[in-house]
DNA sequence: ATATTTTATGAATCATTCTTCAGGTTTGGA
DNA sequence: TCCAAACCTGAAGAATGATTCATAAAATAT
């Protein structure tokens, strides 16, 4: 898998006017509005000039390669998915265990079902890229903002906190995918978020012990 | 996304010689080994025929486009899994609660990391394909045997089954499919050992109550 | 007003790859 | 042995789509 990474996925130049900037917002939303529709594998750098109303040399103008315009959208999305999360982190620092469970799963399930079919689309782009990078750095990110809230809490002490925000991590996004990423009947969702808090809290609570 | 499915994925015609299956396991073999070598992106028809030792000709002797030649790679290795989940469903019938979390743990991961280079490689194979009915089907098999399992326990009663199973998959599936997705380092995956049984068995625990 | 930089165009190029088919080879039975 | 069915070949066809570049327009600076 010849799967480009680095520098080659970082933007060819900067919009310096007020209309390129707008032009680079168009082929932005254009690119979520073909991988809607149209899907992955009809996406191409014609389609989106043309739905962005542009040329295609527009686009190149801006994007070295079709895969720099889909790395660019996914890296939006998982970063506000982890600004979620890490607010809800910064949030609730010093609470009980138990709330702090319940907040972070519903920050993380609602960031992400804020627009279901823009999730599963992304989760088909993901695969299509190297996102070593992008999902490393988004992991580690999360991660320290995870254990240092299980290290603040108020009412127990949670032992190997590297480990615990680990797994927990692994879980919120595991599970979410594998729900998401199917054509999820309502029924699906709802069941997710009422066994999700469950499962975080009962695994935090056995992970953990008195003050 | 124009992804191809039901019929069109099926095989062309049938093997009636003993050559001719040969021929089609070493096609198979060889979907495998560009999978893992190439990358999905790289991977054609003709290369895989080539490295099966055949024509491009042959192969579609047997598979009408290049994605029934995935969607069977898939399959199989679906099936596999799944196989190995019902089985162990079927040998700890009757069990403490706790044993089960643990036997099925180990079942699935021992499964999915017998080869992981070719895990991982399906997991993009995957996103590429329309894999609704299969993956409904894999779903559906383990979904039930996994309740029945959990109905059978022999010390604790489990409550809202259909639920908890339908949790219990997703977690499965999901932290696994999150920690080797990625390029995991062994400590990941010795983490996702440890902590998996521990999240299941804590997760059971809080949706059961004495018989 | 003029020069310079930025931005936009889109037909043409270039490369890739899926898929077919007409014709040859091998197999197994009559 | 001979024939029909099964199997294999691989060059050619056809389509697609990423990317470039010479050219033109618009904005900004001088």
Request: hydrophobic share 55%.
């Given at each position: 898998m010849t799967r480009p990474s680095g520098d080659a996925l970082s933007a060819r130049k900067q919009p310096r006017q007020a209309r390129a900037q707008f032009t680079v917002d168009a082929i932005f939303e254009a690119t979520i509005q073909v991988l809607l529709s149209e899907g992955l594998s009809?996406?191409?750098?014609?389609?989106?000039?043309?739905?962005?109303g542009v040329s295609v040399g527009t686009l190149y103008q801006y994007f070295p390669q079709k895969q720099a315009l889909l790395f660019a959208v996914l890296q939006r999305h998982l970063e506000?998915?982890?600004?979620?999360?890490?607010?809800?982190?910064?949030?609730c620092r010093a609470m009980p265990l138990d709330q702090m469970a319940g907040a972070l799963v519903q920050a993380y399930l609602d960031a992400k079902t804020r627009d279901i079919a823009a999730t599963r689309a992304l989760y088909v782009v993901a695969a299509e890229l190297d996102t070593d990078d992008?999902?490393?750095?988004?992991a580690r990110r999360n991660h320290s903002a995870i254990r240092d809230l299980l290290l603040s809490a108020g009412d127990r002490r949670v032992h190997q906190p590297d480990a615990v925000a680990f797994a927990l991590r692994a879980t919120l996004a595991g599970t979410t995918?594998?729900?998401?990423?199917?054509?999820?009947?309502?029924?699906?969702?709802?069941?997710?978020?009422?066994?999700?808090?469950?499962l975080c809290r009962a695994y935090l609570v056995a992970r953990s012990g008195p003050l």
């Open positions: 009809a996406l191409t750098t014609t389609r989106v000039a043309a739905r962005a506000a998915v982890s600004d979620a999360v890490c607010a809800t982190c910064a949030r992008l999902l490393g750095a988004v995918r594998a729900v998401l990423e199917r054509d999820a009947t309502q029924g699906d969702l709802a069941a997710l978020r009422a066994e999700l808090p469950v």
